[in-house]
C-alpha cells in the first residue's frame, strides 16, 4: 500500500466543512457500525441490542487477512483488499456505496489504526460519527481514547456508556 496516496486522500477528506449533530440514543433509529472481520461473534449481542431498542443496523466489515477466515451472513458488508486501489484509497463503488448509506450515527468499532477503516469514516455522511481516537486523524465527532487495544464489544459498551449519558 502507498501510504502517501491514503494520508493525501484523508488530508482532503479532513479539510471539507462538517458539522455533526448528536442525536440522543432514545432517538436514534438507524446506525451504520463498521467491524473488524474476525469480531462478527462479539457484534452479535451489539446488533441485537440495538434491534431490541427498535435501531437498524447497517454492518459492515473489512477484511484484512486471507479470506479463508469465518464466513460472515448475507447481512454483513464484507468489505474485501480488491475495492481498494492498488494505492490504498477505496474505489468509486465503495465511495458511492459509504457515501449513500443514511443514518444517524456511524460507529467505526476498529481499534487499531486501519488506513481502510479511517478512509471509509471518512467518507461517511451520518450525522454523527463515532470511534477511536486516532492522532493526526479527527473523523469523529465523539473520540474514544483507549490505554490497551481493546475487542470490538468493549469498545462499544464503551462508547454507549457514554453516549448514554451525553443524551
Known amino acids: 500500500m502507498k501510504y502517501w496516496a491514503v494520508r493525501r486522500e484523508l488530508r482532503r477528506m479532513l479539510e471539507q466543512p462538517r458539522k455533526g449533530v448528536f442525536t440522543p440514543l432514545n432517538s436514534v433509529r438507524r446506525i451504520h457500525l463498521l467491524f473488524p472481520y ?18 437498524e443496523v447497517v454492518a459492515w466489515s473489512i477484511m484484512h487477512k486471507s479470506p479463508n477466515q469465518e464466513e460472515l451472513p448475507k447481512s454483513v458488508r464484507v468489505i474485501s483488499a480488491n475495492e481498494y486501489s492498488f494505492w ?80
Not at 462478527?40 to 434491534?51: A, G, Q, R
Open 88 to 167: 490504498g484509497t477505496p474505489s468509486k463503488d465503495l465511495i458511492d456505496d459509504m457515501e449513500s448509506i443514511e443514518c444517524d450515527v456511524f460507529i467505526d468499532l476498529n481499534s487499531s489504526y486501519s488506513y481502510r477503516a479511517l478512509l471509509l469514516a471518512a467518507h461517511s455522511k451520518a450525522k454523527f460519527r463515532v470511534g477511536v481516537h486516532r492522532e493526526g486523524a479527527p473523523l469523529y465527532d465523539f473520540e474514544l481514547i483507549l490505554k490497551d487495544r481493546l475487542k470490538a464489544d468493549d469498545i462499544f459498551k464503551s462508547m454507549i456508556d457514554y453516549l448514554e449519558n451525553i443524551g
Open 38 to 55: 474476525g469480531e462478527y461473534t462479539s457484534i452479535i449481542p451489539i446488533i441485537e441490542k440495538l434491534s431490541r431498542l427498535k435501531i
